[in-house]
Nanobody, 120 residues
Framework: QLQASGGGLVQAGGSLRLSCATS??????MAWFRQTPGKEREFVSA????????IYAEFVKGRFTISRDNAKNTVYLQMNNLKPEDTAIYYC?????????????????WGQGTLVTVSS
């Protein structure tokens, strides 16, 4: 139900924009998580239905921006000033409750992930 895209290889300092389409379904809260081998999936950012409320992990503040286009049933993650430590598989997630959450266990719907590789 969630289809993530936009990953790729980029040099440090570069930018990428990830997209996640929801196949026509609507969710109040959309989020991005990321995961590297051997580590738990970690929260990156979340946005509410209107797009007015957002939360970010501390390590991406000022560099990443989450947004959504409800007419297109799509959420975006604009990633600027990328660092090698941002290399991960990025997953989009969704839930119906309106309260934004940083906890992966509170998201019921997940995309397949898209790989972001940042070279130094």
């Amino acid at each position: 139900q969630l289809q993530a895209s936009g990953g790729g290889l980029v040099q440090a300092g570069g930018s990428l924009r990830l997209s996640c389409a929801t196949s026509g379904r609507s969710f109040n809260t959309m989020a991005w998580f990321r995961q590297t081998p051997g580590k738990e999936r970690e929260f990156v950012s979340a946005v509410n239905w209107s797009g007015e409320n957002t939360i970010y992990a501390e390590f991406v503040k000022g560099r990443f921006t989450i947004s959504r286009d409800n007419a297109k049933n799509t959420v975006y993650l604009q990633m600027n000033n990328l660092k090698p430590e941002d290399t991960a598989i990025y997953y989009c997630a969704a839930r119906h409750p309106t309260v934004l959450s940083r906890h992966r266990g509170q998201y019921n719907y997940w995309g397949q992930g898209t790989l972001v590789t940042v070279s130094s």
